[in-house]
């Protein structure tokens, strides 16, 4: 058995986006995301197969979905459910700390 620490930095770098598997299995997959300013790419969406909850540790993004107008602001704490499918964007992350999401991806 190993410890591990959602909020380590070990071996990040500030120019990346980091995309880590804490577990995995048939049906679902736990993802943590560490983010350091980015954004999803002008034009693109995000679509994706399988549901999606999202909670955010650290940090502070936006979110949008294209059904939607406004963007949404996520703080520390907030959390939001994505459904398969629904197209929706990063619009930004915070530039001055890293933003940490912990992701659940899962098929009902």
């Avoid at 995309?19 to 943590?32: H, P, Q, T, Y």
């Amino acid at each position: 058995m190993k410890i591990e620490n959602i909020f380590s930095e070990n071996g990040i770098l500030d120019s990346h986006e980091i995309f880590e598997i804490l577990l995995k299995a048939d049906n679902f997959k736990l993802e943590r995301i560490i983010s350091s300013g980015q954004s999803t790419p002008e034009g693109e969406w995000l679509c994706q197969e399988w549901d999606e909850g999202v909670i955010l540790l650290s940090g502070k993004a936006g979110l949008s979905f294209e059904d939607e107008e406004c963007i949404l602001d996520l703080f520390p704490g907030d959390y939001i459910h994505i459904p398969a499918n629904m197209r929706h964007r990063v619009e930004w992350t915070d530039q001055s700390q890293k933003t940490v999401w912990l992701a659940l991806h899962y098929k009902e």
